[in-house]
């Protein structure tokens, strides 16, 4: 797993295994994954633009080929020894023909393109559908791992040279050659074989130096793609935690950061720049003398009276002719070079595999009651620091468990389990006796309606938040669901209702309005398995009371699970789990477990304590009395205290 993460973070072939040998092999491997976008299955349709493209790319090369005898056959006309005995009609209708064909030219590279145009955006779209959804099949584990905006730096580089490489590979890269065979067939026939010879060869020098050259750039176009794509991922982070740079007051040190890596691009982006004025200044100086070297040809042939004034413009003009798709041609290849790295980059992407699939022929959970049961579980990444260890309880349908612990103890994982983000090590998970490893993924996180601790939302409406539980729900369940969260009277007060956008992660709401759309997007989802991770912990006193009330609701004849910090919330639960380090230390109801005096006990002592200094702190401001500092201050912070 780890080496195929590395694979799909790099941007060219591995330092240690890779080589030329091994980036063709690759670069043909993508390329050939890329053959059947161009004739996608069932596309009658795309398969039909591609044939009139290719008879367009061929017509517009047979057109291109003759013109330059167009070309010739007027100047000869028009030479002072013919021009008194021909006919003026002669040399005019050359003129036009010359003129139609030119037209031609460009009209069927246009035809071709356009016709094109949707087959290349097809095979592009679905190709980033693709990747998307790959992304979205990886585990917990992957994306805990990477950083979004490297990801999508990725994707978007990725999508991009499919494009380029399906629009130039097509219809540059192989005309050209086509059209200088044509080229090399006609001079050795109209002329003499010496002129296909010296334009063969003049062609092939300027390839090879192109090839070279762009081979040896390419180390530089690689090393600024890795230092764009850190750079936009600090910059993404950056962003998207504006609030806590602004607490600390480290923009200036976000700045520098950000800076160090643009100083490292700035370097790269020269060293490419002053590198493509020697490839460019190589190629002109080949092509140039090839062409010197040709005109002079003719000029003998003209001299020794074996050529015409209008054969040696046609040699010119099938040099220049030849000259814009080669100049075109480095600039392909390099785009085409860079096209590959970034494609690479994203098929090593996808190659990364999907940590938990289905089992083939996985049926749906059935969803009876929705009794849970964890069986003897553990979980661990290393077998020498275990997450859970032999966890084992029971939640029957309809009644609720709380599992509460010191951060560390592996409650948030026990959730993640249960979602089925990460398979366990051992023993079994089962809902209404399907261990959850047995049936489709979709339909389980169906049956379960998740209220986070740490709710993000989209950079959409408060409506598209609250519906998202329920993609079809009706603007008056959605409306619906939010009174039962207390927050309905809140949305109507806003000038725009439930059509005001929350921002960036949702940062415009305060922490217990994003925590009450996340219960009314819950209760749109209607599951018949609820799991509160902290569901109030952003809520003041008198709100954390309503929405209790609330979840004691929706809760009642469903199965929930109750992860929590704030013993408070947990006092109604049908048992209460204790975990520490990933055991279970004691079970119980809320009275057992303070008759035991243990640890929960003791736990409960300290937020008891913390509680009333805060109410005392509230009396205070309430009555105009100073707010306690210093050491008395510190009882008010919530700490998840660990045991005694």
Request: hydrophobic content about 45%.
């Given at each position: 797993?780890?080496?195929?993460?590395?694979?799909?973070?790099?941007?060219?072939?591995?330092?240690?295994?890779?080589?030329?040998?091994?980036?063709?092999?690759?670069?043909?491997?993508?390329?050939?994954a890329m053959l059947p976008r161009l004739w996608p299955e069932g596309r009658m349709d795309l398969r039909a633009r591609v044939m009139i493209a290719v008879?367009?790319?061929?017509?517009?090369?047979?057109?291109?080929?003759?013109?330059?005898?167009?070309?010739?056959?007027?100047?000869?006309?028009?030479?002072?020894?013919?021009?008194?005995?021909?006919?003026?009609?002669?040399?005019?209708?050359?003129?036009?023909?010359?003129?139609?064909?030119?037209?031609?030219?460009?009209?069927?590279?246009?035809?071709?393109?356009?016709?094109?145009?949707?087959?290349?955006?097809?095979?592009?779209?679905?190709?980033?559908?693709?990747?998307?959804?790959?992304?979205?099949?990886?585990?917990?584990?992957?994306?805990?791992?990477?950083?979004?905006?490297?990801?999508?730096?990725?994707?978007?580089?990725?999508?991009?040279?499919?494009?380029?490489?399906?629009?130039?590979?097509?219809?540059?890269?192989?005309?050209?050659?086509?059209?200088?065979?044509?080229?090399?067939?006609?001079?050795?026939?109209?002329?003499?074989?010496?002129?296909?010879?010296?334009?063969?060869?003049?062609?092939?020098?300027?390839?090879?130096?192109?090839?070279?050259?762009?081979?040896?750039?390419?180390?530089?176009?690689?090393?600024?793609?890795?230092?764009?794509?850190?750079?936009?991922?600090?910059?993404?982070?950056?962003?998207?935690?504006?609030?806590?740079?602004?607490?600390?007051?480290?923009?200036?040190?976000?700045?520098?950061?950000?800076?160090?890596?643009?100083?490292?691009?700035?370097?790269?982006?020269?060293?490419?720049?002053?590198?493509?004025?020697?490839?460019?200044?190589?190629?002109?100086?080949?092509?140039?003398?090839?062409?010197?070297?040709?005109?002079?040809?003719?000029?003998?042939?003209?001299?020794?009276?074996?050529?015409?004034?209008?054969?040696?413009?046609?040699?010119?003009?099938?040099?220049?002719?030849?000259?814009?798709?080669?100049?075109?041609?480095?600039?392909?290849?390099?785009?085409?070079?860079?096209?590959?790295?970034?494609?690479?980059?994203?098929?090593?992407?996808?190659?990364?595999?999907?940590?938990?699939?289905?089992?083939?022929?996985?049926?749906?959970?059935?969803?009876?009651?929705?009794?849970?049961?964890?069986?003897?579980?553990?979980?661990?990444?290393?077998?020498?620091?275990?997450?859970?260890?032999?966890?084992?309880?029971?939640?029957?349908?309809?009644?609720?468990?709380?599992?509460?612990?010191?951060?560390?103890?592996?409650?948030?994982?026990?959730?993640?389990?249960?979602?089925?983000?990460?398979?366990?090590?051992?023993?079994?998970?089962?809902?209404?006796?399907?261990?959850?490893?047995?049936?489709?993924?979709?339909?389980?996180?169906?049956?379960?309606?998740?209220?986070?601790?740490?709710?993000?939302?989209?950079?959409?409406?408060?409506?598209?938040?609250?519906?998202?539980?329920?993609?079809?729900?009706?603007?008056?369940?959605?409306?619906?669901?939010?009174?039962?969260?207390?927050?309905?009277?809140?949305?109507?007060?806003?000038?725009?209702?439930?059509?005001?956008?929350?921002?960036?992660?949702?940062?415009?709401?305060?922490?217990?309005?994003?925590?009450?759309?996340?219960?009314?997007?819950?209760?749109?989802?209607?599951?018949?398995?609820?799991?509160?991770?902290?569901?109030?912990?952003?809520?003041?006193?008198?709100?954390?009371?309503?929405?209790?009330?609330?979840?004691?609701?929706?809760?009642?004849?469903?199965?929930?699970?109750?992860?929590?910090?704030?013993?408070?919330?947990?006092?109604?639960?049908?048992?209460?789990?204790?975990?520490?380090?990933?055991?279970?230390?004691?079970?119980?109801?809320?009275?057992?477990?303070?008759?035991?005096?243990?640890?929960?006990?003791?736990?409960?002592?300290?937020?008891?304590?913390?509680?009333?200094?805060?109410?005392?702190?509230?009396?205070?401001?309430?009555?105009?009395?100073?707010?306690?500092?210093?050491?008395?201050?510190?009882a008010d912070v919530e700490i998840d205290p660990g045991f005694a």
């Amino acid at each position: 797993m780890a080496r195929r993460l590395k694979l799909a973070t790099r941007s060219g072939p591995d330092p240690v295994t890779g080589g030329p040998a091994v980036e063709r092999r690759r670069n043909w491997q993508t390329l050939l994954a890329m053959l059947p976008r161009l004739w996608p299955e069932g596309r009658m349709d795309l398969r039909a633009r591609v044939m009139i493209a290719v008879l367009a790319l061929v017509a517009a090369k047979a057109i291109t080929v003759y013109v330059p005898f167009l070309y010739k056959e007027a100047v000869d006309r028009l030479s002072p020894e013919t021009v008194a005995e021909a006919a003026v009609l002669v040399p005019v209708m050359l003129i036009v023909a010359y003129g139609v064909g030119r037209i031609m030219m460009v009209a069927l590279a246009q035809l071709r393109d356009a016709v094109f145009a949707k087959v290349g955006q097809n095979a592009v779209r679905e190709l980033a559908v693709e990747t998307f959804r790959h992304l979205h099949a990886l585990s917990l584990r992957f994306h805990l791992e990477r950083r979004t905006g490297g990801l999508s730096r990725v994707i978007e580089r990725g999508t991009k040279g499919v494009d380029f490489l399906l629009r130039f590979s097509l219809f540059n890269i192989v005309p050209t050659i086509i059209e200088l065979v044509l080229v090399c067939v006609i001079l050795a026939y109209a002329f003499d074989i010496r002129y296909s010879l010296v334009t063969a060869s003049t062609v092939l020098l300027y390839m090879i130096f192109t090839f070279a050259v762009t081979e040896w750039r390419t180390r530089f176009r690689r090393e600024m793609n890795d230092l764009d794509t850190e750079a936009n991922t600090k910059a993404v982070d950056s962003l998207l935690n504006y609030e806590t740079v602004k607490y600390f007051g480290n923009e200036e040190h976000e700045t520098r950061r950000f800076d160090r890596s643009m100083s490292g691009y700035e370097r790269a982006a020269i060293k490419t720049t002053t590198s493509l004025s020697l490839l460019n200044t190589g190629q002109t100086l080949i092509f140039s003398g090839g062409l010197t070297l040709l005109m002079l040809m003719a000029a003998q042939g003209i001299a020794e009276g074996a050529l015409t004034v209008g054969s040696f413009v046609m040699i010119n003009t099938y040099l220049i002719q030849l000259y814009q798709p080669l100049n075109l041609l480095g600039t392909v290849y390099r785009e085409i070079r860079q096209a590959l790295i970034d494609m690479e980059t994203m098929f090593d992407l996808m190659q990364v595999p999907a940590e938990i699939e289905d089992k083939p022929g996985a049926p749906a959970l059935r969803v009876h009651g929705g009794e849970i049961e964890f069986d003897d579980v553990s979980f661990y990444y290393d077998p020498d620091r275990r997450i859970l260890d032999g966890v084992s309880f029971r939640i029957p349908s309809g009644r609720t468990l709380a599992i509460v612990g010191p951060s560390g103890a592996g409650k948030s994982t026990i959730a993640r389990i249960l979602f089925r983000f990460y398979d366990i090590s051992k023993g079994a998970v089962r809902v209404d006796g399907q261990d959850i490893r047995d049936v489709t993924q979709d339909t389980l996180r169906a049956a379960i309606g998740m209220v986070p601790q740490d709710t993000v939302l989209f950079n959409d409406t408060i409506r598209y938040n609250i519906r998202y539980g329920r993609p079809e729900a009706t603007d008056r369940e959605v409306e619906e669901a939010a009174e039962l969260a207390r927050i309905g009277t809140f949305i109507e007060s806003l000038p725009q209702g439930y059509d005001t956008r929350v921002g960036e992660r949702g940062l415009k709401l305060s922490g217990g309005e994003k925590q009450r759309v996340a219960i009314a997007r819950t209760i749109l989802k209607n599951p018949p398995i609820l799991l509160l991770d902290e569901a109030t912990s952003a809520l003041d006193t008198h709100t954390e009371r309503e929405i209790q009330a609330a979840l004691r609701r929706i809760s009642r004849d469903r199965t929930t699970l109750i992860i929590a910090h704030r013993l408070s919330t947990v006092v109604d639960a049908d048992e209460i789990l204790v975990l520490d380090r990933g055991r279970v230390v004691e079970r119980g109801t809320h009275e057992t477990l303070l008759a035991l005096g243990g640890a929960y006990a003791a736990m409960w002592n300290r937020q008891r304590e913390s509680e009333a200094a805060r109410e005392e702190e509230e009396k205070l401001l309430e009555t105009g009395g100073d707010r306690p500092s210093g050491q008395d201050r510190l009882a008010d912070v919530e700490i998840d205290p660990g045991f005694a």
